[in-house]
């Protein structure tokens, strides 16, 4: 298949592009480096099924204007940026990219004749008030809060998303994407599990916000990879396609209890700091993955201590050994 | 001042149009007519002090491309459809003038150096759980149903207003507008005020949706235009200007006591006729305007049924005198 993927330098973005060419597919990247790295393009940048554009999807892709369909197979849009400090620096680029990056995107689908996916957040559920979140709730958001950005940005790409398939009849995919850590995240990404485990790596005190009772789920990013994998693959009949699909490890631990895994598997001696917790913060996010469960026979497979140890290893191996892909080694660049 | 209006030719757009012209103002209106009427336009097209563009702010605005700041002192954003009947029929077209018209609304309010008003909507409170409403409720929408393409484009049209007054420091304003009704609707907008006037003018049942304990409220549209012009003036130090100020009538009616009332002033004869409930109809809706009042000393003045004697007397005076401004009448155009 040929697949062109937005935010392909991504953390997300790099490793489904790694599962698609070994599964023997064309990968199209496309990336502006607004959050993504230079270094998760280079990754790839051997490979004879790989090509990559710089560009920013919001702004449109010209490479494709004037392409004739059948080019693509599929468009997967995954790019934004997805961390709260990343989202927040960028505001205004965090809702081009839900909206006129999405519609863009669409479009490419559309005149390709190709399926899309939209790489959607658990973030749309916000601070939700029904735990675990099912893909039927309607979530519990500030509309011009300050996550507003990422979070209202993501509801109006399942809305646009929405709209195009019932307008053109476009296939669609809407995933939900919960919390997911692995190698190649920023070190800068500044949500809990980067925090906590560079912290830790550098010998500092653990920083926790609130009291730490606010709970997350933690997905190891293969598990994630698996999901879309499957997503794009299934075609059950009868079966809501385009229906949003829930990926994440429904295991929960409080903020606290991460951190003290954390503590476990790197140093008993790190001390637990306790900060204010910051505007709108989750205090409870947990997939339902029923859905999931139902429509791929997936679920998650990496326990939290396994996929934080291969985290880890990855980055005490550095960056010469941390950026070896499978079978080819390709060196890391500099950025 | 000179005061650019998207969606001019809409029912509220008019009103707006016309109140802000007898204060002395130069009003520049721009409407594409998707759901706007030519008709509209035409009542101020003698007025010295109004010109008009047709064009799409969805697409941009470019007569201002190359202006020198300082033309413009205010961009009042009120163009997208506004019912379920129109914005259905046009998904794409509402997502697109939430976000992309709402950010060339706000890009030339930055390059004009000029304040910045969005109209948004009681839909960002979806069908709500807090009941009255007010604006620090966050709302209860479906990101993806039927109604999402009007919701979630108003939602996204609230948080980039924020990020622009965050990102630039903008002089922006929020309303968010509650059922409003008066002359001018269309006989086609499709929402329960035009629905059952236009079934009584014609003497048919009246129809109601469920079994019509859905309460809603109806604030005259002159007493909008009032709050409207009152928040463009306000000054006042210290207070948050750019937080959205909820302008409603928060007399509340179900819809099977609307319906009685219609049959009151129209013919005690016209019988009721039950429907099925659309997806997602919100259940109540009910502004608190505990800010507004504070902030604007407003609150609406035209009971229900004075406001809808007006707009019945309005429709049987038929188009000739119907379109008549205050003052200066004005042919009606044919459309």
Redesign the interface.
């Known amino acids: 298949m040929k697949v062109l993927l937005t935010g392909s330098a991504g953390f997300v973005g790099s490793h489904l592009t790694e599962r698609l060419l070994e599964e023997g597919h064309r990968v199209i990247g496309v990336d502006n480096y607004i959050s993504g790295q230079r270094r998760n393009t280079e990754l790839f940048s051997g490979h004879a099924n790989f090509s990559f554009m710089e560009a920013d999807v919001s702004r449109g892709i010209p490479a494709f204007a004037d392409q004739p369909a059948g080019k693509l197979d599929w468009v997967l849009h995954f790019a934004s940026p997805a961390s709260p400090p990343h989202y927040q620096q960028n ?2 680029e965090t ?2 990219v ?3 990056g999405t ?1 863009n995107a669409l479009e490419l689908a559309r005149s390709q004749g190709a399926s899309f996916m939209l790489a959607s957040t658990s973030e ?1 559920y ?1 601070d939700p008030h029904v735990h675990p979140q099912p893909e039927s709730y ?7 809060g300050l996550r ?2 990422y ?3 993501k ?2 790409a ?7 398939q ?2 053109y009849g476009l296939d669609t995919r ?1 995933i939900r994407i919960f919390n997911t850590y692995g190698p190649r995240m920023r070190a800068d990404d500044g949500r809990v599990v980067t925090n906590l485990v560079h912290q830790a790596l550098r010998g500092e005190a653990l920083t926790v916000y609130g009291d730490g009772s606010q709970t997350r789920s933690f997905q190891y990013v293969s598990d994630l990879v698996e999901g879309v994998v499957r997503l794009m693959d299934v075609s059950s009949p009868g079966s809501d396609l385009h ?2 699909v829930n990926l994440g490890n429904p295991d929960e631990y409080s903020v606290l209890e991460f951190a003290t895994v954390i503590r476990e598997l790197l140093g008993e001696r790190l001390r637990i700091e306790f900060h204010p917790l910051p505007q709108d913060d989750p205090m409870q996010r947990r997939p339902d993955i029923t859905r999931a469960r139902a429509l791929l026979s997936w679920e998650p497979g990496v326990p939290l201590r396994e996929g934080l140890r291969r985290m880890i290893n990855d980055l005490q191996a550095g960056p010469g050994l941390r950026d070896q892909v499978r079978g080819n080694h390709i060196a890391a660049g500099a950025d």
């Open positions: 505001q205004i809702l081009m839900g909206a006129q519609q749309v916000g309607w979530g519990h958001v500030n509309p011009n507003s950005c979070d209202e940005a509801r109006y399942e809305a646009i998303t929405f709209a195009y019932r307008t809407v229906g949003p």
